[in-house]
């Protein structure tokens, strides 16, 4: 199956619906995931209040499942959970009332760093940018041995970051491969920045050994927002993964 594991809706930051899924026929796709932000409790970012899918997911539900019935796409009611380390207990039970199709795990912030933005670190020492990146790999470890979601989200979200970029290092890579090898959670191969700075997926192509040497698959997700966006990714991930020779795990795996 063609699948697309990683989209927004206007349940989050990303567009309507159909537009979306008229993207994802255009694109080719058999599946598309909706996989919309959601923040289970109060962060120190304030983004508790813009990522409300805790209030709004069955409300989203209702409108996939009416949307099944009149398309010929699969679409999935799944989810991307920003990963808070302190708050383990109550996104378990959250997902556990919730009851996502799959949850694509994501690491946003740790303790007094913040991913998502370049202001924190300007003019800040190397020493400094490094000690982020660094608490930010333990953070993904974390995740990943938490057993909570099916798929790793962007793993090297730092390199978003000209400030933080060239920060991660080959042992971050190795580390996080170690704990998907011992896990049920699979990493996503991310289109989300290869057509703006960033220029490359997530992971870095150049660090993919560290994971087929310890038989870690991928699933394919553009991380797309508007329909263009998807049209122009999911083309860069099928040439990705054929020129990678990857074969790419699919949703049914996530399923399995």
């Not at 899918?53 to 679409?75: C, G, H, N, P, S």
């Amino acid at each position: 199956m063609r699948a697309d594991v990683h989209t927004h809706t206007t349940f989050s930051d990303g567009s309507e619906l159909s537009a979306m899924i008229g993207a994802a026929s255009d694109a080719g796709l058999d599946a598309l995931g909706l996989t919309d932000h959601c923040i289970v409790t109060d962060d120190a970012f304030g983004r508790r209040a813009q990522y409300d899918l805790v209030e709004t997911y069955e409300r989203r539900r209702e409108v996939i499942e009416a949307t099944r019935e009149r398309v010929d796409l699969t679409l999935y009611d799944a989810a991307e959970v920003c990963y808070v380390e302190s708050e383990t207990d109550a996104t378990e039970a959250f997902l556990e009332t919730a009851g996502f199709d799959y949850t694509i795990g994501s690491v946003h912030f740790a303790d007094a760093y913040d991913y998502t933005s370049d202001v924190p670190y300007v003019g800040e020492s190397d020493e400094f940018r490094r000690a982020a990146v660094e608490r930010y790999y333990d953070a993904v470890v974390g995740l990943v041995e938490s057993e909570l979601f099916d798929v790793l989200g962007h793993l090297d979200l730092p390199e978003r970051l000209e400030t933080l970029r060239g920060h991660s290092h080959r042992e971050d890579y190795e580390r996080v491969a170690a704990a998907l090898a011992d896990s049920r959670t699979v990493p996503e191969l991310n289109a989300g920045r290869i057509n703006r700075t960033l220029g490359r997926p997530h992971p870095d192509p150049s660090m993919f050994d560290p994971f087929d040497d310890r038989g870690v698959g991928f699933v394919l997700g553009s991380d797309s927002h508007r329909p263009d966006e998807l049209t122009d990714r999911v083309p860069v991930l099928r040439e990705l993964v054929a020129e990678a020779d990857i074969e790419p795990l699919g949703i049914d795996d996530l399923l399995g």
